[in-house]
């Protein structure tokens, strides 16, 4: 008997341990020794996975990249990186719980985002929560930036700003040709959900902005499969811009029936053309369609750590035998945000940290990066393609750009 009373209590403090294991942090410190740990979210499985890993494998190899370089020197002392990684399972309530997890159990205090703006909208809450900066570049939404977060900070344009660059280049082409932008006419034809609306939202502000009349706004359903009744109108009123916003089945959509129907626009501005893989299915057809990216790497971006865009699309093709989307290169990014934000707070105190990252201004391979008063990094534009000759040449940020854009592109009889 008093042989079972020993076990059992031994048995039930090893319990009890185990239970105050989980319910405590593992550190309270920021760092482990020589090494800073970082904590990701992320969607290994899933239906975001793919995606995911790209995520992942951008945050590995800018990691990779510091620690390589000697680290970061942080107080007169030099650190290395590591991220604890959780898998989502793309799934916004696990990310949430597993967010927490890092916070509460792992004691994490840096977390860079998981993959897309669900995700990143249901751990927002939780690092905010704990006062942990959260740096990402993957959620894109603009709603994410309305709910007061200090902690939250994204390095990627916000949905609002896909289109923007658009109608920059017309008002600056017009002007080239001695008109007035105000002058011209603008159709936009979106898909009815909060993405699209955002990108529609941001074309009306710019142009506002530049007193152009906006002569059509269709919102569409997200059954998308005709775009005639938006099509005939831009025939009759003969908008010198057409902004497109339906994700990957709009792109193809308004390519394939704008070509069979010869409706002409001097320019076209979509964004997933390459999601919805415009010229591999119709060729020559969407010549001058120009397309929103947030990054490629052509761009002539210089920084610190990888250089240039193109020293950067080499690392993950030499690492991980793919030529990486944008997705690598805005979590990398992310990655360096947090190395410049150590060595300039001098501290690894969460709250130091935050607010070194809010005073961010770096130039990076994926851009400048600053951030307003939301979060949002306000310094990069977004990229514009232009399909020329079947081949998707960079026409802006016209200071880093490849190509110049030809606008007005040519009516089809003249194709």
Same mark, same amino acid.
């Given at each position: 008997?008093?042989?079972?009373?020993? &076990?059992?209590?031994?048995?039930?403090?090893?319990?009890?341990?185990?239970?105050?294991?989980?319910?405590?942090?593992?550190?309270?410190?920021?760092?482990?020794?020589n090494t800073i740990q970082l904590g990701a979210v992320v969607s290994l499985t899933g239906k975001y996975s793919t995606n995911g890993k790209f995520t992942r494998d951008g945050y590995n190899l800018a990691i990779q990249r510091i620690n390589s370089m000697g680290g970061v020197k942080v107080g007169g002392k030099t650190y290395k990186l590591a991220v604890k990684y959780y898998d989502d399972e793309s799934t916004s309530a696990?990310?949430?719980q597993l967010a927490e997890r890092l916070i509460k159990q792992d004691g994490v205090k840096f977390v860079l985002g998981p993959y897309g703006s669900a995700l990143t909208k249901a751990i927002a809450p939780v690092t905010e929560k704990y006062k942990v900066p959260m740096v990402e570049g993957n959620g894109a939404a603009r709603g994410l930036f309305k709910h007061g977060y200090k902690y939250l900070f994204a390095v990627l344009?916000?949905?609002?700003?896909?289109?923007?660059?658009?109608?920059?280049?017309?008002?600056?082409?017009?002007?080239?040709?001695?008109?007035?932008?105000?002058?011209? *006419?603008?159709?936009?034809?979106?898909?009815?959900? $909060?993405?699209?609306?955002?990108?529609?939202?941001?074309?009306? /502000?710019?142009?506002?902005?530049?007193?152009?009349?906006?002569?059509?706004?269709?919102?569409?359903?997200?059954?998308?499969?005709?775009?005639? +009744?938006?099509?005939?109108?831009? *025939?009759?009123?003969?908008?010198?811009?057409?902004?497109?916003?339906? /994700?990957? /089945?709009?792109?193809?959509?308004?390519? $394939?029936?704008?070509?069979?129907?010869?409706?002409?626009?001097?320019?076209?501005?979509?964004? /997933?053309?390459?999601?919805?893989?415009?010229? @591999?299915?119709?060729?020559?057809?969407?010549?001058?369609?120009?397309?929103?990216?947030?990054?490629? +790497?052509?761009?002539?971006?210089?920084?610190?750590?990888?250089?240039?865009?193109?020293?950067?699309?080499?690392?993950?093709? *030499?690492?991980? $035998?793919?030529?990486?989307?944008?997705?690598?290169?805005?979590?990398?990014?992310?990655?360096?945000?947090?190395?410049?934000?150590?060595? &300039?707070?001098?501290?690894?105190?969460?709250?130091?940290? &935050?607010?070194?990252?809010?005073?961010?201004?770096?130039?990076?391979?994926?851009?400048?990066?600053?951030?307003? *008063?939301?979060? @949002?990094?306000?310094?990069?534009?977004?990229?514009?393609?232009?399909?020329? $000759?079947?081949?998707?040449?960079?026409?802006?940020? +016209?200071?880093?750009?490849?190509?110049?854009?030809?606008?007005?592109?040519? @009516?089809?009889?003249?194709?």
């Amino acid at each position: 008997m008093r042989l079972f009373r020993r &076990r059992f209590g031994v048995a039930l403090g090893t319990a009890f341990a185990l239970a105050l294991a989980t319910a405590l942090p593992v550190s309270a410190s920021a760092a482990d020794g020589n090494t800073i740990q970082l904590g990701a979210v992320v969607s290994l499985t899933g239906k975001y996975s793919t995606n995911g890993k790209f995520t992942r494998d951008g945050y590995n190899l800018a990691i990779q990249r510091i620690n390589s370089m000697g680290g970061v020197k942080v107080g007169g002392k030099t650190y290395k990186l590591a991220v604890k990684y959780y898998d989502d399972e793309s799934t916004s309530a696990r990310g949430a719980q597993l967010a927490e997890r890092l916070i509460k159990q792992d004691g994490v205090k840096f977390v860079l985002g998981p993959y897309g703006s669900a995700l990143t909208k249901a751990i927002a809450p939780v690092t905010e929560k704990y006062k942990v900066p959260m740096v990402e570049g993957n959620g894109a939404a603009r709603g994410l930036f309305k709910h007061g977060y200090k902690y939250l900070f994204a390095v990627l344009n916000t949905s609002d700003y896909y289109l923007r660059p658009a109608i920059r280049l017309a008002a600056q082409q017009a002007k080239k040709a001695g008109k007035d932008p105000s002058s011209l *006419k603008v159709a936009i034809v979106t898909q009815n959900d $909060n993405f699209s609306q955002d990108v529609r939202d941001g074309v009306v /502000h710019d142009a506002k902005k530049y007193g152009m009349k906006v002569v059509i706004d269709d919102k569409l359903p997200p059954s998308l499969n005709d775009m005639t +009744s938006t099509l005939t109108k831009v *025939k009759a009123l003969k908008p010198d811009i057409l902004a497109v916003s339906a /994700h990957s /089945h709009g792109a193809p959509l308004a390519i $394939n029936q704008i070509s069979e129907q010869k409706v002409y626009v001097p320019m076209l501005a979509m964004t /997933h053309c390459k999601a919805g893989g415009i010229v @591999k299915k119709y060729g020559a057809k969407a010549n001058y369609a120009l397309c929103a990216s947030q990054w490629d +790497s052509r761009l002539s971006y210089t920084g610190h750590w990888f250089k240039t865009p193109a020293k950067f699309a080499q690392a993950v093709q *030499k690492k991980y $035998n793919y030529k990486p989307p944008y997705q690598v290169a805005e979590s990398a990014a992310s990655v360096v945000v947090f190395a410049d934000a150590f060595e &300039r707070a001098g501290s690894l105190d969460p709250q130091k940290v &935050r607010d070194a990252i809010a005073s961010t201004d770096l130039m990076t391979f994926y851009g400048p990066i600053k951030f307003d *008063k939301t979060g @949002k990094n306000i310094a990069k534009s977004m990229v514009m393609y232009q399909v020329q $000759n079947q081949k998707y040449k960079v026409v802006a940020p +016209s200071k880093w750009a490849n190509s110049k854009v030809i606008y007005p592109a040519p @009516k089809w009889s003249e194709r």
